[in-house]
């Protein structure tokens, strides 16, 4: 059965959103739906690293590995063969993109993203496996898309919590706020795509909050929220499903993908 959480931003969420930049909703997905998920996801990520011999590119701070052939980017845990995320990824599974219209992330994205027919932009599994999972860094999610989305002022992103999420485990933070300070300055020290990190140095001080979740948990956030996670220190997996979405008619990513592929 489904959870009876959905619908547009209650005026205290929009509260919220406005003050923090973050709305958080408790087991919004049920057990049960986390896992069928969880195993769409699983069966996904095997199928795609499943025999995969390819060259990887270290940039900032991951280690990128681009599958051409189905239009995807696959993220490993620096030169190991345990996959850090994959990304987009609903063109290859039609039971996550399925999930990714369902009207618990589509309504309130209505709000987020000020548009009442919000389309998909991206698609991201986050994958921090048990003693592997590694660190996010601090950053926001504007940089990342500033050059491939008409405005990515109005891309907003809701993250599922597939396990319960903890400190021990590498859980979501967060800087309440931060949204209203436009972009952050970025890292100075590596190649253009560390460029889209924060520069913590020109930040010293700055609290980050800690969000410990449990699992069916949904963060909704903008591309403005400064945000990061440690990596897995525990036994237990702490994966995350995020939707991004943006007004309709905006180009899905995918079209920039292939763009990329046609230019090898």
């Not at 436009?182 to 140095?201: L, M």
Request: a negative charge; hydrophobic letters at 35%.
């Amino acid at each position: 059965m489904k959870s009876m959480t959905t619908g547009r931003l209650s005026d205290d969420e929009r509260a919220g959103l406005d003050r923090d930049g973050y709305v958080v909703r408790h087991c919004v997905f049920a057990p049960t739906e986390i896992a069928e998920i969880v195993s769409e996801c699983e069966a996904l990520v095997a199928d795609l690293v499943r025999d995969r011999y390819t060259r990887r590119f270290p940039v900032g701070s991951y280690v990128f590995d681009p599958d051409f052939l189905r239009d995807t980017m696959i993220k490993w845990e620096g030169d190991t063969d345990v996959v850090h995320g994959i990304e987009p990824f609903a063109h290859l599974s039609p039971a996550l993109d399925a999930w990714a219209h369902d009207p618990r992330f589509l309504e309130p994205m209505c709000d987020l993203v000020g548009d009442d027919r919000p389309a998909l932009f991206t698609e991201k599994l986050n994958l921090k496996r048990p003693r592997h999972g590694g660190v996010n860094p601090l950053h926001q999610d504007y940089p990342y898309w500033v050059d491939i989305v008409p405005d990515p002022a109005r891309v907003a992103t809701s993250m599922l919590f597939l396990d319960d999420s903890t400190l021990e485990n590498g859980c979501l933070h967060v800087v309440p706020g931060s949204h209203k300070r436009g972009v952050w300055k970025g890292r100075t020290d590596g190649d253009r795509f560390a460029a889209n990190e924060i520069d913590t140095s020109a930040y010293v001080g700055v609290e980050t909050v800690p969000l410990e979740l449990r699992a069916g948990s949904v963060v909704m956030f903008g591309s403005y929220l400064v945000h990061r996670s440690e990596p897995n220190r525990s036994e237990r997996e702490r994966r995350a499903l995020l939707f991004s979405y943006q007004p309709a008619g905006a180009p899905h990513m995918l079209e920039s993908f292939r763009k990329l592929r046609g230019r090898r």
